[in-house]
């Protein structure tokens, strides 16, 4: 059998039996990353069709529900572009290989500032519990016994050692559990010895710009896009510039490059902060190729990717090409809750050597009973479990949200970044400004974002609000937007 582009499709595709059995992954899963690393090996070139789903159920004597997952998961992440004709492979632009000394790596630069690190203070706290904050988990639902439970055998067995110092990037038993859940969960290429343990996702963003940029080094930041990175970026004395995103994440041209390239790439891939789109392979690639070429680094922000509503987990940029300069970011604050303030940060392979004295000299190890507990609490299989419960219960109120806007809001709006996360924006006219909305809505208990806030330059287009559901119930949804439309309506100028 061959596609319409005269590709032939690999017999394994075809004719291999999946794995079946206790320990073996999903049926989809595997399909998926057959077809995936068929397309990135170039063995089904660009424009070649894939089998017809009922066609491909038949030969591998599986559920047809179960090709047009996999199909759907390779289009959602922009492997495949599906049209009325069936389903191609996309275009894709590939790093080029890493071989010999032509085009090894180029040399890690090692910021200068290593020598003069400042302590960042953190803003005040503000009330995490007012209603569509973003950001905020489900705090009632998490498992406070199981955790108690873990804590105390951490205490039990570690015994007063565990009082002192620790190692420098972490607990060794939480960064192989981590290592070992990453690739697993994320499809991130790592070996402990590349996991360092932070605190939160806000330092391992500080220790990025603190150990590969010199102040006045250039640095793209998705806009709109994450506060905390920008406020990494402002303490290195770093020239942020402003990179719009659309429907496939963060936009790059050539004159980008050319003009003002950068040292440093911030970008959310998986689920762009706060607009919710996913950065599509044919880009992630590009963007790894041109960083290459450039010598720039890439943080991958993986914030919130573990929930997700429709389908699969999109995999993580970091494991999609070997060597790539891409510093994986992480934490907990999510997937667990956010006082725990445990991060990790995933160096490439190419900067572990580097790192190793400077990480020693910044990092002094702690929380190390929280570290030991986690740790079991990955390897029991308990955050397995929570993070499904979780997944249904914001896949539910996720839902109702929509809902209850798509009733409530009369006035128009645009919904964006449902399919992940735990949060929603809402992109509204320029006649009703956000942040007098945002003003209104706190005098009411309410907590959304305005979404211009999150840009370096705000467009016309950056007018709306980012409305959490993570940690306000469903039932609450209807009488909230209620109010929030009469406020809505209240302010348009």
């Known amino acids: 059998m ?12 075809l004719e291999a039996p999946l794995a079946k059995g206790p320990g073996a992954a999903p049926m989809q899963r595997q399909l998926h990353h057959r077809f995936k690393e068929a397309i990135l090996g170039g063995h089904l070139a660009p424009g070649s069709r894939l089998p017809g789903s009922r066609a491909l159920a038949e030969s591998l004597a599986i559920s047809r529900n179960t090709v047009t997952a996999a199909y759907d998961l390779l289009a959602a992440e922009g492997y495949v572009q599906p ?11 590939r ?57 105390d055998r951490a205490i039990r067995n570690a015994g007063p050692s565990a009082l002192g110092y620790g190692d420098p990037p972490g607990e060794p038993a939480l960064r ?53 990175a920008k406020a990494a970026m402002r303490a290195g004395d770093l020239r942020m510039v402003p ?23 911030y970008t959310t891939p998986s689920h762009q902060y706060p607009a919710g789109a996913v950065l599509t392979v044919a880009r992630r690639l590009e963007l790894i190729a041109k ?8 943080i991958e922000d993986d914030y919130d990717s573990e929930f997700r509503h429709a389908g699969e987990p999109i ?21 667990m809750f956010p006082s725990l303030r445990l991060g990790f940060l995933v160096l490439p392979e190419t900067l572990v050597a580097q790192m190793h004295t400077p990480l020693d000299d910044m990092l002094r190890g702690g929380h190390r009973y929280e570290q030991l507990a986690l740790a079991e609490f990955i390897e029991s299989g308990q955050f397995s479990r929570h993070l499904g419960r979780m997944r249904r219960l914001y896949r539910d109120r996720q839902h109702a949200l929509r809902d209850a806007l798509t009733r409530h809001m009369p006035m ?36 959304p974002t305005p979404l211009s806030s999150f840009a370096l330059h705000p467009m016309p287009e950056d007018n709306g609000l980012v409305l959490g559901y993570g940690n306000t119930s469903a039932e609450l949804f209807e009488p909230l937007v209620r109010l929030l439309a009469r406020l809505v309506r209240g302010v348009k100028v």
């Open 2 to 13: 061959t596609t319409a582009a005269s590709s032939p499709v690999p017999q394994t595709l």
């Open 83 to 93: 049209d009325r004709q069936g389903t191609r492979v996309a275009t894709l632009s």
């Open 95 to 151: 790093p080029a290989p890493l071989q010999g000394k032509r085009n090894a790596p180029l040399a890690p630069v090692i910021a200068q500032r290593l020598t003069r690190i400042q302590v960042q203070v953190a803003a005040p706290p503000s009330d995490w519990s007012a209603a569509l904050r973003p950001g905020v988990p489900a705090l009632s639902h998490f498992p406070l016994a199981a955790w108690q439970r873990a804590i």
């Open 176 to 228: 192989a559990s981590i290592a070992r859940h990453l690739g697993l969960a994320r499809s991130v290429r790592c070996e402990p010895a590349q996991v360092v343990i932070t605190e939160g996702a806000q330092e391992a963003l500080s220790l990025c710009v603190r150990l590969l940029t010199n102040a006045g080094d250039t640095a793209w930041i998705e806009d709109p896009g994450y506060r905390g």
């Open 243 to 265: 990179m719009r995103v659309d429907a496939d994440g963060l936009i790059a041209s050539e004159s980008d490059w050319n003009s003002q390239p950068p040292r440093l790439i």
């Open 291 to 298: 960083a290459q070429q450039h010598g720039a680094w890439i």
């Open 315 to 335: 995999g993580a940029m970091q494991g999609l090409v070997a060597q790539a300069p891409v510093l994986y970011v992480g934490t907990f604050s999510k997937t």
């Open 412 to 447: 128009t709006h645009v919904i964006e970044g449902g399919y992940c996360g735990l949060h929603l924006t809402v992109r509204l006219p320029a006649c009703y400004p956000d942040r007098e909305i945002a003003d209104a809505a706190r005098q009411h208990g309410m907590a």
